[in-house]
C-alpha cells in the first residue's frame, strides 16, 4: 500500500478545523438552494456525500447502501466525493457542491464558535478511533503511564487530543517527538510511543516491526468526539427535513447492511481505491467491531447514528477545560438529534 494511505490520518483528525476568514467567505457566497435537483429520466433525489479521505472500510455503510440499493429504496441517487489531502470538505458542503458532509464532533463544535452554519445529524461512530501505541514489555500498562515518556504526534494533536491529555492526565509539551506519518522512529525506540488510528497504524506495525504493538484508545480514556458523523447545512435541515432523513436512515439501514455481510460495499470500496487491501479491510472491520465502535450499548438499543445532548455536553465541556472552546460558545449549534434514535421504515 502507498504510504499516503497511512498519512491520511491528519488530514481525518484535523482539516476539519481550517475553518478560516476565507471558509466565511465561502458560506457568503455559495449559490442558494432548496432542495437537491431530481434525475428525470430517474425521478430520484440526487446527493452527494463527501467522505473525509479516501475509500475505506471507515466508510463502509455508505457504499454499502449504494451497492445494494438502499438509498434508491428510500429514493435517492447517491454518489460519494472521496476526501483526499487537497479537498477540503467543509468548504465544499458550505459552497454547495457537495450535499452531506462525514465529519467529526470536535470540528463541528469548532463550526459553531466560528458562526459557520453547519450541523451534525447522526454520528456513525460512538467512539473515535484515534489511539497512542506503544512498545509492549517496557512496563506500560494504562495510558496514564505514558506520561512523561516521549510519544510521536502530528502537529495537529495540539489542537485536539493533546490538551485533553495534559489536562487530564498530567502529558507535558517536552513529551512530544514531530510525528511525520513514518513508523521507523518509533520501531527504533522502544521506549517511545506514537500517535495512530485504531483501524490501521497498528496493523502496519505488526506488520512491519513484527510485533503486536499496545494500542489505547483514547475514547476509553475520556476523550469522547463523535466521528464519521453525517452533517449538513443548517439550511438543508429547513429546507428538506424529509431529504436530510431519508439520508440519514438509508446510510443508517446501509451501515447495519454492511455489519452482516460487508462484500458489495468493499466491492466499491477497492473500486473507488484501488491502493485498498483486502486484508486492511478486514483488519479495519475487525477492529470497529471489537471495540464497539458502532455498536455501543446505547446504540444496541436505540439504533446506530445515535447521538445525545448529554454527550455532546460533556465532551464540550471536557473540551473547555483543556482550553479549546470558549465557554460561552453556543455549542447547541453544532447538532440535532431530530434524526436519529428512531425506528427504521
Not at 487491501?277 to 446504540?299: F, G, H, R, V
Not at 460533556?314 to 425506528?343: C, E, H, N, R, S
Request: charged share 25%; glycine share 10%; with cysteine.
Amino acid at each position: 500500500m502507498k504510504e499516503i494511505n497511512w498519512k491520511r490520518r491528519q488530514f481525518i483528525r484535523y482539516s476539519s478545523l481550517a475553518l478560516t476568514g476565507t471558509m466565511l467567505a465561502a458560506c457568503g457566497d455559495r449559490v442558494s438552494e432548496s432542495s437537491p435537483k431530481k434525475e428525470e429520466k430517474s425521478g430520484l433525489d440526487r446527493v452527494v456525500y463527501g467522505t473525509n479521505w479516501y475509500a475505506q472500510a471507515e466508510h463502509g455503510g455508505f457504499y454499502q447502501a449504494i451497492a445494494t440499493g438502499i438509498y434508491e429504496e428510500y429514493g435517492l441517487d447517491v454518489t460519494i466525493k472521496m476526501g483526499g489531502a487537497q479537498v477540503n470538505g467543509i468548504q465544499l458542503l458550505m459552497s454547495g457542491a457537495i450535499d452531506f458532509f462525514m465529519g467529526g464532533g470536535l470540528g463541528t463544535l469548532k463550526g459553531a464558535e466560528e458562526g459557520i452554519p453547519i450541523v451534525a445529524v447522526a454520528a456513525i461512530f460512538q467512539k473515535d478511533p484515534q489511539v497512542l501505541i506503544s512498545h509492549p514489555d517496557m512496563g506500560i500498562k494504562t495510558l496514564g503511564d505514558l506520561k512523561g515518556k516521549p510519544i510521536y504526534v502530528a502537529s495537529g494533536a495540539n489542537i485536539t487530543y493533546w490538551p485533553f491529555l495534559k489536562a487530564k492526565y498530567g502529558f507535558t509539551d517536552d513529551q512530544k517527538r514531530p510525528y511525520n506519518f513514518t513508523i521507523g522512529p518509533f520501531l527504533l525506540d522502544k521506549n517511545s510511543s506514537q500517535q495512530g488510528y485504531l483501524t490501521s497504524e497498528p496493523l502496519k506495525i505488526e506488520r512491519e516491526g513484527k510485533f503486536k504493538p499496545l494500542v489505547f484508545l483514547l475514547a476509553d480514556y475520556g476523550y469522547t468526539p463523535y466521528a464519521t458523523t453525517i452533517e449538513t447545512r443548517r439550511e438543508m435541515i429547513e429546507n428538506n427535513p424529509d431529504l436530510v432523513q431519508r439520508f440519514v436512515d438509508a446510510s443508517i439501514k446501509g451501515w447495519y447492511s454492511y455489519l452482516e455481510n460487508p462484500e458489495p460495499g468493499n466491492q466499491l470500496i477497492k473500486k473507488d481505491n484501488p491502493e485498498m487491501t483486502d486484508e486492511l479491510i478486514a483488519y479495519s472491520l475487525e477492529k470497529i467491531k471489537e471495540y464497539d465502535i458502532i455498536l455501543s450499548e446505547e446504540t444496541k438499543e436505540k439504533g446506530i447514528g445515535l447521538m445525545t445532548e448529554e454527550r455532546w455536553k460533556t465532551f464540550f465541556d471536557t473540551m473547555v477545560d483543556a482550553g479549546i472552546f470558549k465557554p460561552d460558545t453556543d455549542y447547541q449549534k453544532a447538532f440535532t438529534l431530530d434524526f436519529v434514535g428512531k425506528a427504521l421504515e
